[in-house]
Every structure is written in C-alpha cells, then in structure tokens.
C-alpha cells in the first residue's frame, strides 16, 4: 500500500499528470494563439490572457478533488447530475454528458489545425516532403508512439520537451530585452488597464478557450491523476484522503507555473516584436486574418529579436512544441473517449474493454484529425473552432464541479471562500459564451 506524501517536498517528487497536461496546453495555445492575440491588439488584451490562465485551475483542482475521494473517472461523477438521463445496456448517464460527447468534433478538428501547424514547420524545415506528407508523418507517429507507449513513457517524453521548451522560451523574452523591441512598465501597464478591442473578439475568445486549462484538459487531468495513483489508496481514513488531494493540488498548481512559463514569453514576444510587422497586422486587422501562414508569420519573433539564423531555433522549437501538444492530446483521447463509449453504454465492458478501446482510439483520433486536416487545410481556422467550443464548454464544468464537491463528506470538501471563487468564474465563463453566441449571430 502506497503513502500518500505528508511534506511538500515529498509532493513535488510525486508531480506527473500536471507535466502531460502542460504538454497538451502549452502547444497551439502559447505558441500560435497567444501570439498572434499580442500582434493584432499589442499589450492591450494582456490581463486577458492572466485571466484564462489562472481563474480554470481552481475547477481543475476541485473536479480532482471529488475524482481522488471517490475513484470515479470524470464521466461516471458526471453521470449522477441531476436531469434528462439514458440507460443503455446497463449504463445510466446524464444529458450533460451527451452533450460533451458531441464536443469531441470540434475538439478533433482542433487536432487537425494542430496536426497542419505541425506540418507546415516540418515542410519549412525539409520542403521536399510537402505539408500533407508531414500530416499523414505526424498523425502516424503519434499513433505508434501511444500504441507501444504507457503512461510512464508518456510522462517522460513530455517532461523533457516541456522543460527544454520553457527554457528556451525565457531565454528569448530576455534577449528580447537587449533590442528595440525590450517591454517596459508602460506597456505591461496598458496591459493591465482591462480594455477590450472588440474587433478581436473571436481571437480572444479562441484564446480564452485554448491558454491555461481548458475543460478537455480539465477532463483529461483527472484520468492522469488515477493513472498517477493519486486515488489509489484513500480508503475510510479522512487525513490519508487530504494527503492525497493536497499532492493533487500541489500538482494543479505545478501546472499553473509551467504554464505561464511556457505562454507569458511568447504573448510579451507577440505584442513586443509581430505586432510591429506591418504586414502580419494588415491580415490579423482584415478578413485575411484566416489565412494567415502560422509558422513564416511567427518565426519573425525569434528572427528579429536574434537575427536570421534563430528562424530555424523557433521552426525547430514549434515543431517539437506543437507535436507534443499532437502527442499530449491524442493520448486524453484515447482515455476520456474509452470513457464515453463505455459510461454511456455504447461499449459493453469486460476484462480488457478500457485497455483495447485505448488502442484503438489511439489509431482513429490521428486518422480523423488528419482527415479534418486535408477537408479544410488551414490550421487557424480548425485551432479556432475548437477554441471557441473550449470556451463554451468550460461553464457546464464548472457548474459541475459546484454540484459535485457538495456531494462529499463535509470533512473532505473544499473552503467558503472557494466556493465562492468557483461561483464568481461561473459567471465569467456564462458571461463569455453569451458573447460567443452573440459575436456568431454577427456573422449571419
């Protein structure tokens, strides 16, 4: 029987979920969309990206928390919302998780702009194989990577990617500052002052559902957390228990810091450097917006704060980024979609249902989200549709985690003052989807 960790030292030694989960976020949100939200408003929008980043952990955290005390996974704690219900071979589950399901659509499309932006650095890097070779490449090598990989080989690979990427990605932000580009307190101040250029709306709000944690993420975690072991041992002993959620919480937080290592420099390098490239800002001002060519547009920040030759350092480094985000986010497919067939009675489980399933998932989501690819090929257009879909989801969520931590014994659940918190970003995240529904009533 394994200890749930007392110190803090002892927590920080079992971290893991929150290393896949960084892989999975710190992608096509920091590395495409929160640059591209600093060239087209510059520093305004700053307290915004802050926002999406630290105000989705806490549901995070308190989704976990309920995950660790009763061993479910996310889906079965989702199936006892109150509501419309189905039974099917057995299964009972509730219309809110229907309604996620169809959420897995636009979350593969997603891939697909994840799986082109992936392409289009490995075409930059050797163009005698043309993007839609390097798609079919990708979405193959992510396949046999999670077919033959476990999660302790997962966790690895993307711990070295993620600390390489952070790495490099602080040591641009301060070379940054040695050049004509270097940001001063002026601007982090206009940053923070909390307007917002409307005209952006869109870009906003895609980056509101695909920087920090976004409900897929929020969805994913919990899988990780008990592949991890974080549930393993909780039993009837209360402190074992709050043991188990502090190293979970330790964990959420871990996720946080890298997060914002790995997004805050490329938003500073967006607002800083692309958004003084005349060119990128007449297409992010106009209707071309869509067809912006992701990586050539992007490589500037590096080239113009380093020179020439740091083009390839950033190809180089978005490749690798983007594909562990490919990697990173196929493999909570392969998990939260086992889930949904087997939780709504699609699947009839056995002995070795979950991990078949797995497999076979791991080989469908890269075949579906190239085809995505290859039926519209243009990457920002697949990123923002499953952004946008992230941010609408993130209510329903929410109003999960609320309902689901005042199911627990009183002993285990969280404090007033975060429960007040998750009530004060409901509103947030109901207040973003009614812009969404409104900015898509514009276009019609």
């Known amino acids: 029987m394994q200890e749930a960790p007392k110190t803090f030292l002892e927590r920080i030694k079992f971290i893991g ?27 305004l929008l700053l307290w915004w990206l802050l926002l999406s980043m630290w105000s989705k952990p806490i549901i995070q955290a308190e989704i976990s928390r309920y995950i660790v005390v009763t061993k479910k996974t996310f889906l079965e704690a989702f199936a006892d919302m109150p509501g419309f219900k189905t039974t099917i071979q057995g299964k009972t589950t509730s219309w809110l998780v229907w309604f996620m399901f169809i959420g897995v659509i636009p979350s593969i499309a997603g891939m697909g702009g994840l799986a082109g932006a992936v392409a289009e650095a490995g075409n930059t890097m050797f163009p005698l194989l043309s993007t839609e070779i390097w798609v079919a490449i990708s979405c193959l090598l992510t396949w ?12 690895r690979t993307l711990l070295v990617m993620v600390l390489f990427f952070s790495f490099m990605t602080m040591i641009i932000a301060f070379a940054m500052q040695s050049t004509e580009y270097q940001v001063n307190l002026d601007q982090i101040s206009q940053g923070l002052s909390f307007s917002f250029p409307t005209e952006y709306l869109p870009l906003a709000l ?13 969805m994913a975690y919990t899988y990780w957390c008990l592949e991890k072991g974080y549930a393993d041992n909780t039993g009837q002993d209360v402190e074992e228990t709050k043991h188990w959620i502090k190293t979970m919480q330790t964990d959420v937080w871990v996720t946080v810091f890298f997060i914002t290592l790995g997004t805050l420099p490329f938003f500073f390098l967006g607002a800083g450097v692309l958004n003084n490239v005349p060119e990128l800002q007449e297409s992010l001002a106009t209707s071309s917006f869509w067809d912006v060519d992701v990586i050539s547009s992007l490589q500037n920040m590096f080239s113009l704060v380093l020179g020439g030759w740091a083009k390839w350092l950033f190809i180089v480094l978005a490749f690798f980024v983007l594909f562990s985000t ?30 078949m399933l797995i497999k076979l998932v791991a080989f469908v989501i890269p075949f579906l989200s190239g085809l995505f690819y290859f039926i519209l090929p243009n990457p920002i257009t697949l990123l923002l549709i499953a952004g946008i879909w992230a941010a609408m989801g993130l209510p329903i969520v929410n ?5 689901l931590v005042n199911k627990l014994d009183p002993a285990l659940q969280p404090k007033l003052i975060t429960k007040v918190i998750l009530w004060v970003s409901l509103f947030l995240q109901l207040s973003l989807a009614a812009l969404i529904v409104y900015d898509i009533s514009l276009s019609f």
């Open 399 to 403: 109003i999960g985690a609320l309902y």
């Open 144 to 155: 046999l990577l999670l077919y033959f990989g476990s999660y302790k080989s997962l966790e």
């Open 17 to 43: 979920p929150s290393v896949i989960v960084t892989g999975s976020v710190v992608g096509s949100g920091s590395i495409v969309m929160t640059p591209l939200l600093g060239a087209a408003a510059g520093f």
């Open 326 to 355: 490919l990697l990173s986010g196929t493999a909570a497919f392969t998990r939260t979609i086992s889930d949904y067939l087997i939780s709504m009675g699609l699947v009839k489980e056995k002995t070795d249902t979950r991990q």
């Open 206 to 218: 895609a980056v509101f559902g695909f920087t920090g944690i976004s409900y897929g993420e929020i």
